[in-house]
């Protein structure tokens, strides 16, 4: 018999934008936007990306380096407020092993034509496929991706 565990979690990230919440919540509500930020890396190979972005709407997305395994993130939209706050549950697969299911806040505040964001994850991680640790630092690095994102947009404005 495999030997089964449930590790409970918590992670709070937060960051400051040079966008307006506007411009930030779309980066993430825009399929087009998203698809450009929201990904595992760049030397991965990347599966269809799909964002339904409503309350009661889905977003999948995933990747893997070449020959496996591939990473799969499904996600359900559960609370949405513009420019405000986006609430979601997600799972995280690794190939057909389901490792995580997290509820993800993003919350959005305005500081003068600037954004601070605060990413906050409450996760299960199960048996051992997956941490808290390993989380927050793919998170950290989606949220860089996203700074960049911005940047580049803001550069072409």
Known sequence: MTARSAAHDTFVIERTY??????????????????????????????????DFRVGGRERAGG??????????????????????????????????????????????????????VYTEQGVFLDGHDNAKQREAGTRDLLDKLDAYLRRQGASL
């Open 18 to 51: 040079d966008a307006t919440p506007a411009r930030v919540f779309a980066a993430w509500s825009d399929p087009s936007a998203k698809r450009r930020w929201f990904g595992g890396p760049e030397e991965w190979m990347q599966e269809e990306h799909t964002l």
């Open 64 to 117: 893997g380096p070449k020959g496996g395994p591939v990473h799969r993130y499904e996600a359900l939209y559960r609370d949405i407020v513009p420019d405000e706050r986006i609430v979601s549950t997600y799972e995280m697969h690794m190939d057909a092993t389901l490792t995580s299911v997290s509820i993800a806040t993003v919350e959005l505040r305005p500081e003068g034509a600037r954004t601070r964001l």
